[in-house]
């Protein structure tokens, strides 16, 4: 059984230029070092209140080669659940402020790549064991805005889900298709503004509702289907735009109420061929997303992000009101992995789907690929199809579809979002 050596912590970069922590664990038998894990913790821009406090680089990286590195010291590897527990009561803050959740996060990860690279294997075959696992369905954005693109659109996320693709090599071979088409024709309306945070378009659009107009177009631009091939998913991060009981839309100066919003969601699920909206209301509206819940639950999934921040106790209040039918897993919103897993184990069990998700603020770190293989989580959100912190995630997960080959179970994207 390999036994946790060392654990060291640096400051490292990510994607917005901005310092972040990275952890290192050395694992070994004996006194001889045997494998290293390593991982980097993200960061959003766009947070929950909920979410788990993370420090500055430098306080994160104290931490780590501090309380961390002599708690976890000489625990075994193998021992996710134990490991985690220890780094929650070596905090002993319900917000994680002392260790810092970013902290955390780094070396639960890393705990979990050590462990998997002392049993000579990539991390999503150890965390599937003897299970057959499918590739997930990403779910990829064309254009960004809210917090990711301050002046652009007020929706944060406009993706696509690439629901008639067989595989998630060809669900990337249309994306390239639809993304590249969807620059054309900004390029030639001259609306092009250069990419947001995750790598979509940065668009100079005059609604919210034009670039669901020019999703469907782009996608039909590339020689693909709207809605049959390729569906669209949103993600307003309502939390950003709600300003006094109502919801703010700065580019179309105006503010709708929560019921307006409704309608105007409720209206666009007719009109576009939408599968999914995420955070569609405020992180505190619960009654409104009990009622859009309520109203277009049965047609389209509904993504409980900043309303969740991955918390358990959250995602069971929401399963015991009927608010959302999916979750979004983002392990540094909590702080470890063994809670985020009970995220994905409760809401599996509850029929809730899920979907692991990246943050704005990203690195080359691919943890989460091998996270929602492994745990056989059916959706990946990553970002767009630019920037290599994205990229660096899509290309894993060919590298492990390759892997997976014919041991693969069905890729569920048809079964996903089969047309209610
Ligand atoms: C989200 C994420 C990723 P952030 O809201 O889903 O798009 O953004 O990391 O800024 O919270
Ligand atoms: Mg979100």
Redesign the pocket.
């Known amino acids: 059984m390999a036994k946790i050596l060392d654990v060291k912590g640096r400051r490292v970069w990510d994607s917005r230029g901005r310092a972040t922590v990275e952890a290192e664990v050395v694992v070994g038998r004996g006194a001889t070092p045997l494998a290293v894990g390593r991982a980097i913790a ?7 209140s909920g979410e788990a406090i993370a420090l500055d680089a430098e306080s994160a990286v104290r931490s780590i080669n501090g309380r961390i590195r002599e708690g976890l010291k000489a625990l075994s590897v193998s021992e996710q659940e134990a490991l985690d527990r220890r780094l929650i009561e070596l905090d002993g803050t319900p917000d994680r402020h002392r260790l810092g959740a970013n902290a955390m996060v780094a070396v639960s990860l890393a705990c979990a790549h050590a462990d998997a690279a002392a049993r000579k294997m990539p991390l999503w075959k150890k965390l599937a064991g003897e299970r057959r696992v499918a590739m997930p369905v990403p779910q990829i ?1 064309i254009f960004g805005g809210g ?2 693109a301050r002046g652009s659109v007020d929706l ?2 406009y993706m696509i889900v690439c629901v008639g693709a067989g595989s998630f090599a060809e669900a990337l071979d249309w994306t390239a298709r639809v993304y590249a088409a969807a620059g054309a024709r900004l390029q030639k309306r001259g609306a092009l503004r250069g990419v947001a ?2 790598g979509g378009y940065w668009p100079a659009f005059k609604s919210n509702e034009e670039p669901l107009a020019e999703l469907v177009g782009a996608i039909a631009d590339a020689g693909l289907e709207p809605g049959a091939d390729v569906a669209i998913a949103l ?1 307003l ?1 309502a939390s950003q735009l709600y300003r006094a009981g109502n919801y703010h839309l700065a580019l179309e100066g105006r503010s709708l109420s929560a019921g307006q919003l409704h309608a105007t969601l409720m209206r666009w699920i007719e009109r576009y061929p939408i599968v999914s909206i ?2 569609p209301f405020a992180e505190h509206d619960a009654a409104a997303m009990q009622a859009f819940t309520r109203d277009a639950g049965e047609r389209i999934q509904i993504v409980g ?2 309303f969740f921040v991955t918390r358990l106790e959250k995602l069971k209040s929401g399963i015991e009101n009927k608010i959302c039918n999916a979750i ?1 897993l ?1 392990p540094n919103q909590v702080g470890t992995v063994t809670e985020t897993l009970a995220c994905w184990d409760a809401a599996r069990k509850a029929g809730y789907r899920a979907i692991v ?5 990203e690195t080359e770190d691919v943890s989460i690929v091998h996270l929602a293989v492994g745990w056989g989580v059916p959706q990946l ?1 990553v ?1 767009s199809f630019a920037r290599s912190e994205r990229m660096a995630k899509w290309n894993e997960g060919l590298r492990i579809e390759e892997a997976l080959g014919a041991k693969a179970l069905p890729y569920p994207a048809g079964k996903l979002f089969r047309k209610r």
């Open positions: 993200p960061s959003g821009a766009s947070t929950g954005q917090a990711h944060q996320d945070d995750e993600d991060a995420e955070d992000d900043d979004l983002k998700s990246a943050r704005s603020g959100k970002g």
